[in-house]
């Protein structure tokens, strides 16, 4: 699917131009004790004048035909670019943790570090992530890297996404 920039795009969110729009495909993961497994995932990042993306990106437990069976996991929030190239990132799960990640925008290329998690006293474990995003052959990748206080950081979670629709 084609992209065009929107005309009404605040002008320090052209770095992440490329993001916006839903996103859908299917991933895969592994962590010790849970083991390998496969899920589906929609993206969206949104815009609306302001000088930020909304994001919201589900994960589906999915049967071998790739159809959603039921939610998986689900985070929120807000990607807010600097002028100098990089960007600030923050997010919330149900699951009971916020995050700040800050990185840097190279291109179609973002590479994201925790800055902060914050956990409620009933949350999973977690405690510190890194990220990757591009824009590979039109299509979005994105891996994610987690450490728990028990698990040191290792690789979690990635996908492959293809653009859906363009706003």
Known sequence: MAFEIPDNLHPDLMG??????????????????EGEFEYGQQVD????????????????E?????KALKPRSMETGFWRPKPNGEVEVVMCSPEGWSEVWVGKIEGAKIELTTDA????????????????????????????????????????MWARLQRQSAA
């Open 117 to 156: 998690v914050v956990r409620t006293s009933s949350s999973t474990d977690y405690t510190a992530g890194q990220r990757l995003y591009g824009n590979v052959e039109h299509d979005l990748l994105w891996a994610f890297d987690r450490a728990t206080s028990d698990q040191p950081l290792q690789p979690y």
């Open 45 to 60: 990042f949104a815009h609306n004048g302001g000088p930020y993306l909304h994001y919201l990106s589900q994960t589906f």
């Open 16 to 33: 992440l131009a490329w993001m916006i729009g839903r996103w859908e495909g299917t991933g895969k993961g592994k962590w010790p004790g």
């Open 62 to 66: 999915v049967d071998p035909e790739g």
